[in-house]
């Protein structure tokens, strides 16, 4: 799915891109993800691997580590939902842009949300998520990962405005 950069990216690239900036902002090195919740092409929230807040990060304090799974972070998917619920926001029939294949536990709370659908461009080892979204008839769609381009023209842009206010 290769972008033309002189065109706008689909609503898939465009919430995928999000879902990526988002999780730029993860504090836990062993993963960055990032959740984007829509619903009728509108960003419902956020949400990426973080601390508990007012918690250590593990970029600081380190991971902690349980059966092979870092423990002080709550992941984008959950954080996301949390957003939703902390905002009175409903995320029935809501879209969810990830990173990556969520976990079994992020899975069974994005199903408990009522998420209808599932876009990932990038699997996880360690899950059940697929089985539980089945089971749940959630959809997933897997697309290719979209180029980290940004098309940024300021310039572009500015001088077609000048053009224009000069007639």
């Known amino acids: 799915m290769s972008e033309n950069h002189n065109h706008r990216p689909s609503w898939d690239t465009y919430f995928l ?3 990526m900036l988002v999780s730029e902002r993860s504090t836990c090195p062993r993963m960055h ?19 508990i807040p007012g918690g250590e990060h593990c970029e600081d304090a380190g991971c ?5 799974h870092c423990i002080r972070t709550i992941h984008g998917e959950m954080n996301a939902i949390l ?5 009175g926001i409903s995320t029935s029939g809501a879209t969810a ?5 969520p976990c ?15 876009v990932i ?18 959809k997933i ?7 980290n381009f940004i098309s940024y023209d300021l310039e572009s842009f500015s001088s077609a405005k000048r053009t224009e206010k000069s007639r």
Do not use: W
């Open 97 to 101: 842009y990830v990173t990556n294949m």
């Open 33 to 51: 993800c990032g959740c984007v919740l829509v619903r009728d092409k509108q960003i419902l929230s956020t949400g990426y691997n973080g601390s």
């Open 64 to 68: 902690l580590v349980v059966d092979n």
């Open 83 to 87: 957003q939703c619920s902390t905002h």
């Open 141 to 147: 769609r897997r697309l290719e990962k979209p180029d």
């Open 17 to 19: 891109k999000l879902a």
């Open 121 to 138: 461009f990038s699997d996880y080892h360690d899950t059940l998520a697929e089985k539980f979204f089945s089971d749940a008839g959630v």
């Open 104 to 118: 079994t536990n992020c899975a069974k709370a994005l199903i408990a949300a009522k998420i209808k659908e599932i």
